[in-house]
């Protein structure tokens, strides 16, 4: 791609999740993703709003609707709950939390303080991919994907649940039990004045049917799906025979980027081919490589790795070029970066190490009670 006018590399810098060698960096605050996130939630709603009521062909604005609210919906989710749960959004204990009580509320995921703990203590620390991890357990038992399956089933499992009604009725059930299980007042606050309040407003006014339409869908059926395609490209598993579980070489190895697109056409093919690939990269790139970024892979999800280098790292609103200039830089005592070109060679290579992994590590019948508002919760730990 670096072949393509100048003007079209900083759009595929942000992308694809990959600078050029030597690309200029362009500076990102917190507050900016914060924004722009929230912008797009109203846009989204906005947009499907109007569909709704103008109807005929323009219900057809449902669609960029919906999509334009999911991704802010998961931009908020991904990075800007993600860093608060860290402290790490501007750095100021109550303002994170304060927006993390905001996010949680409207999103009606898990609740602000038992996820920033339980992140923290079974994600990024010694329980990282193993049966304590709540990512594992949301592999063996929400999924039902487990070692030794072969790649080609798990997909099926994967795209059915995607598919069934009954999945995300259990998802959207456990994900308000998550949320509303020991959250705190403010957040419950919150809640009940969006959801208690709104709703009570649309049934008087007699206009639930929009906002199950333009709200309810994307918040819970496509956002659920999002969550569950994200899980199947976080982290992959460790290989059996693994002994020595700490470390950076360890926890290196298992999380890589993941760079979305593919190269453009070679020079020198004759006009017809040249027409032909062209026209073929185009619309894989805005008809496959697109949609997976923009509703999938949001945010600084395409380089997760940098993220799990450098947690408290005050870059990530950067997160493209701080990853880069780290890799420049000789990635300051930690393994070689690797990444994987493609969602689907990213799900590949987790289901791989999955089928791969002992199966006597990753037995499911070595954990424990687990409730099911547990197990959901962790699709977007």
Not at 95 to 106: Q, R, T, W
Not at 119 to 137: K, N
Not at 311 to 321: C, E, G, I, L, T
């Amino acid at each position: 791609m670096r072949r393509l006018p100048r003007p079209v590399q900083l759009p595929l810098t942000f992308l694809t999740g990959r600078p050029l060698a030597g690309q200029r960096p362009v500076s990102l605050s917190p507050g900016f993703h914060l924004a722009t996130a929230t912008l797009s939630v109203l846009a989204g709603v906005v947009l499907s709003g109007a569909a709704f009521v103008l109807g005929g062909p323009f219900l057809l604005l449902l669609v960029p609707g919906w999509a334009v609210t999911l991704h802010g919906q998961r931009n908020l989710r991904m990075m800007i709950y993600h860093q608060c749960s860290h402290r790490n959004m501007y750095g100021r204990r109550r303002l994170d939390a304060a927006i993390g009580y905001a996010v949680s509320a409207l999103l009606v995921i898990q609740n602000f303080e038992r996820y920033s703990r339980e992140h923290v203590a079974d994600h990024h620390a010694v329980h990282h991919m193993t049966l304590r991890d709540p990512t594992v357990q949301a592999f063996l038992i929400s999924l039902d994907l487990h070692p030794g399956m072969p790649r080609r089933l798990m997909w099926r499992r994967v795209l059915l649940k995607c598919l069934s009604p009954r999945f995300h009725l259990a998802f959207g059930i456990a994900r308000i039990r998550s949320f509303w299980h020991n959250a705190a007042p403010a957040e419950r606050a919150i809640a009940l004045t969006l959801y208690g309040g709104g709703g009570a407003v649309a049934v008087v006014g007699g206009f639930w049917p929009a906002v199950l339409l333009v709200w309810a869908v994307p918040t819970f059926l496509f956002f659920q799906v999002s969550n569950t395609l994200r899980l199947c490209v976080k982290h992959t598993f460790p290989e059996p025979g693994t002994t020595v579980r700490r470390g950076r070489d360890y926890f290196a190895g298992l999380t890589n980027a993941i760079f979305i697109g593919e190269p453009a056409p070679p020079r020198g093919l004759p006009a017809a081919a040249a027409a032909a690939g062209w026209t073929r990269w185009t619309l894989r790139m805005l008809l496959v490589h697109l949609p997976v970024r923009y509703l999938v892979l949001t945010g600084d999800t395409v380089v997760h790795d940098y993220h799990h280098r450098h947690p408290a790292s005050k870059q990530w609103s950067d997160y493209v070029f701080a990853r880069q200039q780290d890799l420049v830089d000789g990635h300051r005592g930690w393994p070689a970066y690797t990444a994987e070109w493609g969602f689907t060679a990213a799900v590949n290579r987790v289901f791989d190490s999955l089928s791969a992994a002992d199966p006597e590590e990753f037995d499911v019948a070595r954990i424990g009670s687990v409730s099911k508002r547990e197990l959901f919760a962790a699709f977007d730990d």
